[in-house]
């Protein structure tokens, strides 16, 4: 029932609806919802840029996805290195362990080959 005194423009219908989305999945919405305003929250595996697909909901654009699979890649120490497939393997930091002498002194310590200056341990 609507209130005497509201106008029916007022008022926003909230009867459920089946509506199929631009994406053509089917959501039952609030009649009052617009379709081209809807987010789909439907999940999907989607394909992204670097060619590892992945879950996500529907409305997600895959273009602004990190790619979070852990793949081998060669870094640029020629070391290679399990990384997350969007880091960019030139700015990793290589976790192989290297002997390392320091200057002033001659005593050897085992240290990341990242760090390219035995006084930085």
Request: with cysteine; proline share 5%; hydrophobic share 35%.
């Amino acid at each position: 029932m609507l209130p005497c005194h509201k106008k029916v423009e007022e008022i926003v219908c909230s009867e459920p609806v089946a509506k199929t989305l631009p994406c053509n999945h089917t959501e039952v919405l609030a009649c009052h919802i617009r379709v081209d305003e809807y987010k789909c929250k439907v999940t999907v595996r989607k394909q992204l840029m670097c060619g590892h697909s992945r879950e996500m909901l529907c409305h997600i654009d895959p273009l602004t996805i990190r790619c979070k699979e852990m793949t081998m890649k060669t870094l640029s120490c020629q070391h290679s290195d399990i990384i997350e497939c969007w880091v960019d393997p030139s700015s990793a930091k290589c976790q192989t362990m290297v002997s390392k002498t320091f200057p002033n002194c001659g005593h050897k310590v085992i240290i990341n080959i990242f760090l390219d200056n035995v006084n930085e341990v």
